[in-house]
């Protein structure tokens, strides 16, 4: 049974850090890929980084524009955990972020990584960040 369960999320200030895991189990990790996504409350889930866990020579990356260097993607295939460490955070970052796992690519045939229904996967459960001003 495959399962995606994250980490604790948090309450920070404005300017703060934190970093998000997502523990995957059930499947073989380094046959995914994977991402974060967030929604906010009354707006549609986006899509925030995604990572190739297969690609050679380590994980392609991808970020969404408004998180581009804030924001970075990692994997520890061993621990088969992937990371979203958030820094400089800002108010509009708070939502409930989720982490997917896809067995085929979100981002190729016209599908695209940032749009949650190019994901035939799985879902972890969320957890909440919420940045103060």
């Known amino acids: 049974q495959v399962q995606l369960v994250e980490s604790v999320g948090g309450s920070v200030e404005a300017g703060g850090s934190l970093r998000l895991s997502c523990a995957a189990s059930g499947y073989t990790y380094s046959s995914y890929y994977m991402g974060w996504f967030r929604q906010a409350p009354g707006k549609e889930r986006e899509g925030v980084a995604y990572i190739d866990t297969a690609y050679i020579g380590g994980g392609r990356t991808a970020y969404a524009d408004y998180v581009q260097g804030r924001f970075t993607i990692s994997q520890d295939n061993a621990k088969n955990t992937l990371y979203l460490q958030m820094t400089s955070l800002k108010p509009e970052d708070t939502a409930m972020y989720y982490c997917?796992?896809?067995?085929?690519?979100?981002?190729?045939?016209?599908?695209?990584?940032?749009?949650?229904?190019?994901?035939?996967?799985?879902w972890g459960q969320g957890t909440q960040v919420t940045v103060s001003s």
């Open positions: 997917a796992a896809a067995r085929s690519s979100p981002h190729t045939g016209g599908r695209k990584w940032y749009d949650p229904r190019s994901w035939y996967g799985y």
